[in-house]
């Protein structure tokens, strides 16, 4: 089979299996596969002259899109840029399709000029990996779980372009086929026999669309205290209003101190709270069990597990034996102190955060790295709640976060990112998208602090900070973006629709910010 057949035989499998979106870094090797594009324009691509941004732009894409979406690179290095992306996608459930040209396998091992081992390079992060040529065309992706990324990688001889592209026809119907899925009936005994035999406090992480109504469902039955991370998509859902903790972690903390929850029930993916990670040592003996959407328990020690949240409506349980009233008061009260450090601190960093959550009422938010995911658990409001909040946690902390709320920004809806200004510097030819995107209402603040700031309450060494004094004006000028400064004031009617694509820098006050930790720190503490 020669170039342009084998190449048309891969897309249009990838059609008809449910991929309708390329993500393409052209170049020579690969031009068998942009010629078949080219000549399919009703196949929808973006185009990316870098992989890194092209592939963390496309997990937004399948998060927005819920269908697998393919980015396509030449050979060489190009296929490494990936492999962050990848190993998101792994940890995410994200069914990433990668697709990489090769020059021949005669060429491998030789060290000739853009060739190296492609195959094999992404290791344990994808579900299965194709190697084809001319010799070895058989392509199946029956049987997948579309839970990992796959990798298509294709050996292309020269010359390149050896016939004119085919046309193909747009695919009427989806052909992908997942495992079948049976819902254990051990699953339904177990969690009322934890629930029933434990107080659980639920911890809330990152949830798929599709299964936030059922976990309402369950907890409404349910009635537990419930610390619901922001990018959980349903932290101050008004449905939960009563069950939810509105003052961080050192609630968590507290009821678990004092015995009054005796166990942890973990809803969604892998918590990014602290709480979870004491599961290792400082609480290793707290009864856990924790129901997601992948395999992946997040901790080392052996802990109940279930992969079937979508199900979880359909177990019944009664309301946990808690007195509301144990917690409620204290919670309020720690509220209240929180709100009064805000006011006393306006231009701290968790002030910021609460003043700008206030913008987002019924927006959509991307949470884009550390500081903005735990001072949005702490400190965002609790009336003025966004439409829906996501977040790119599973592994990486700054890496490629620009790239991934822009796929994930949907046309019609105001889309807001907040993000560190290290974040931001680490991902700075995301904005090559601009021009490409049919969102057009797109927003990215980021907290300027002129350097990983996080670190210093954990560290206190500048060693750990990377300070610097760079701003964000000459960015936005680059791609052609608005800028504007909100450091001295945040415009509260600053979310009316029609902004277009801004960048909006906001430069939190250190000693404000040290200040406010600090009183916050000694009354944790008393």
């Not at 996608?89 to 060739?115: C, H």
């Not at 395999?295 to 177990?315: A, K, M, P, W």
């Not at 231009?347 to 206030?358: A, D, F, M, R, Y």
Request: proline fraction near 5%; charged fraction near 20%.
């Amino acid at each position: 089979m020669n170039n342009m057949k084998l190449s048309a035989e891969v897309i249009n499998l990838l059609l008809k299996t449910g991929v309708r979106e390329f993500c393409i870094c052209a170049g020579a090797r690969n031009s068998p596969l942009i010629e078949t594009f080219y000549k399919n324009p009703f196949i929808k691509t973006y185009h990316f002259f870098e992989e890194r941004s092209a592939a963390f732009f496309a997990l937004g894409r399948i998060a927005s899109t819920r269908k697998p979406v393919a980015v396509v690179t030449t050979s060489g290095t190009a296929v490494a840029e990936i492999l962050p992306a990848a190993v998101e996608a792994t940890y995410s459930s994200l069914p990433l399709v990668i697709i990489s040209a090769d020059r021949p396998k005669s060429y491998r091992g030789t060290g000739a000029p853009q060739t190296i081992e492609q195959v094999g390079l992404f290791s344990y992060y994808i579900e299965a990996c194709f190697d084809l040529d001319a010799e070895n065309t058989h392509f199946s992706l029956r049987g997948l779980s579309w839970r990992k990324p796959i990798h298509v990688n294709i050996c292309f001889t020269e010359p390149l372009i050896d016939q004119e592209a085919l046309q193909l026809s747009a695919p009427i119907s989806e052909e992908r086929v997942k495992f079948p899925e049976t819902f254990p009936l051990n699953m339904v005994d177990e969690i009322q026999k934890f629930c029933s035999e434990y107080r659980p406090i639920v911890i809330l992480s990152t949830l798929p669309e599709k299964s936030k109504s059922s976990v309402l469902i369950f907890l409404k039955m349910l009635k537990a205290p419930i610390y619901a991370e922001g990018i959980s998509g349903i932290k101050n859902h008004p449905e939960l209003k009563d069950l939810m903790i509105q003052s961080g972690e050192m609630m968590v903390n507290h009821l678990l101190d004092n015995k009054i929850c005796t166990a942890i029930l973990r809803i969604g993916g892998v918590p990014t709270c602290r709480t979870w990670r004491d599961l290792e040592d400082k609480r290793k003996d707290l009864p856990v069990l924790s129901i997601g959407f992948n395999h992946f328990t997040g901790i080392s020690r052996e802990i109940t597990h279930y992969t079937d949240i979508d199900d979880l409506s359909r177990v019944y349980v009664n309301p946990i034996n808690i007195n509301p009233i144990e917690y409620q008061n204290k919670d309020k009260k720690n509220r209240y102190e929180l709100l009064n450090l805000f006011q006393k601190y306006p231009q701290s960093e968790p002030s910021l955060i609460h003043q700008l959550s206030k913008l987002m009422k019924n927006q959509r938010v991307y949470l884009g790295n550390s500081l903005p995911v735990r001072m949005w658990d702490l400190a965002a409001d609790e009336v003025e709640i966004p439409k829906n909040i996501v977040g790119n946690r599973g592994a990486n902390g700054i890496d490629g976060q620009l790239s991934t709320f822009l796929g994930w920004a949907q046309d019609g809806e105001g889309n807001w990112a907040i993000v560190g200004d290290l974040t931001a510097m680490y991902d700075l030819p995301s904005l090559w998208i601009s021009n490409q995107l049919d969102a057009k209402d797109i927003n990215i603040i980021i907290i300027n602090n002129k350097g990983g700031m996080i670190f210093k309450r954990i560290f206190n060494k500048n060693i750990f900070l990377n300070r610097h004094q760079i701003e964000f004006k000459s960015w936005a000028d680059m791609w052609g973006w608005k800028y504007e400064n909100w450091s001295q004031q945040i415009p509260m009617t600053a979310n009316s629709g029609g902004q277009g694509q801004r960048i909006i820098e906001v430069n939190p006050d250190e000693e404000q910010t040290d200040l406010f930790w600090n009183e916050w720190d000694k009354y944790v503490k008393s």
